[in-house]
């Protein structure tokens, strides 16, 4: 009886442990994931992709990682497809959005209405759309 429930007391550390850094993991995976992706991409300039940068504000992260996603998929012919389809499910988790939510929290002044369409943010070249991608996920790795 007391050995259960020390076990069980001992499942829940464990747990409560393993819960803490399950965001910062999925956001390093995903760090990961974007740069050995820059690595297969071929780059040329003839590939434009949206840009959402690097300046989102808090309420428009959900929108602007729909852009994202949405531009990686035109990446899928010029670099590694099944790559391409991990990022884009990584980029889709709940951890990964609540951590990049985290960045800039004195911007509470934020409309959801005023998020900028994908259609909207400047056409890049992908080598561009790789770099800003990149340090928005090492901003929010190193939140
Ligand atoms: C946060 O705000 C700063 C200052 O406006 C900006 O430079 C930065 O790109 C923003 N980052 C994110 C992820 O919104
Ligand atoms: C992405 O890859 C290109 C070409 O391989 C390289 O020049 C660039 O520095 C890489 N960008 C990042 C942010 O790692």
Redesign the pocket.
């Given at each position: 009886m007391q050995l259960t429930f020390l076990f069980l007391a001992m499942m829940c550390c464990a747990l409560a442990q393993a819960a803490m850094p399950l965001r910062d993991l999925t956001m390093r995976q995903l760090y990961l994931d974007v740069?050995k992706l820059?690595?297969t991409?071929e780059?040329h300039g003839s590939l434009t992709l949206k840009n959402p940068g690097t300046d989102i504000k808090d309420c428009c992260i959900t929108s602007a990682l729909q852009c994202y996603r949405s531009q990686v998929d035109l990446l899928k012919v010029s670099s590694n497809a099944l790559l391409c389809h991990k990022v884009q499910r990584s980029l889709r988790k709940p951890h990964i959005f609540e951590k990049l939510k985290g960045i800039n929290i004195s911007r509470q002044d934020c409309q959801k209405n005023q998020c900028q369409s994908c259609d909207s943010y400047p056409s890049t070249d992908s080598?561009e759309f790789?770099?800003k991608l990149?340090s928005l996920l090492e901003m929010a790795n190193s939140n």
């Open positions: 740069k820059n690595k991409i780059h080598k790789m770099t990149i």
